[in-house]
């Protein structure tokens, strides 16, 4: 079953991986736009669009809750380490109103609370997993939408190498 240990693993992993990106950006001389970029594509992983069935399909449905675990994780993760890094160097202040903007955190407050009353969804549960199931081919399409943008044949600045490496790595 999925402990709190994993949790704390997770979390030390994130931060060994921020110190190694942080670390190697130095040594890159990106600017501070590309060095938070490449810090973002390090500690933020996409494990929700194919990851779950992939996870699903390689190791059975008794991996699925830890790989469900990693999802949540890297969710909460975007929506407040994410906006904190992407924000720059603002104060605790501005990064702290950007972060209480983003509605992951009050859905992860909400289900976290949900779950530790024992609350049930009822009547709501079939529209919500109906919503669910849709997440997924919604996102690769958005995903489609916005790689059409992207310049083809520019230059992969150092900084967006060295992300890559520490992925493949990490």
């Known amino acids: ?9 997770l979390t030390i992993f994130t931060l060994l991986l921020a110190a190694l990106a942080r670390a190697v950006f130095a040594v890159t ?11 973002l594509a390090v500690i ?5 669009n194919v990851g779950l069935a992939v996870n699903q399909y390689a190791f059975g449905d008794e991996a699925l809750p830890y790989a469900a675990i990693v999802l949540a994780f890297h ?3 975007t ?12 104060s605790a202040r501005v990064a702290l109103r950007e972060i209480f903007k983003t509605p992951v955190v009050y859905a992860i407050v909400a289900g976290v609370a949900l779950n530790l009353l ?3 969804l009822g009547p709501f549960s079939s ?17 489609g939408m916005e790689l059409s943008h992207v310049e083809r044949g520019g ?8 992300a890559a490496g520490i992925r493949l790595i990490a």
């Not at 001389?29 to 060095?35: Q, V």
């Not at 929506?79 to 603002?90: D, H, I, N, P, W």
């Not at 230059?155 to 060295?162: E, H, V």
């Open 1 to 9: 079953s999925v402990t709190p240990t994993y949790l704390i693993f």
């Open 29 to 39: 001389g990106g600017t501070d736009a590309e060095n938070r970029a490449g810090m």
């Open 44 to 48: 933020l992983v996409n494990t929700g």
């Open 75 to 77: 969710s909460g993760m």
């Open 79 to 90: 929506g407040t380490a994410g906006v904190y890094v992407a924000g720059g160097r603002g």
């Open 118 to 120: 024992g609350g049930n």
């Open 127 to 143: 529209a919500i997993d109906s919503i669910g199931m849709a997440a997924i081919p919604i996102a690769l399409i958005q995903l």
């Open 155 to 162: 230059p992969l600045r150092s900084t967006g190498w060295a």
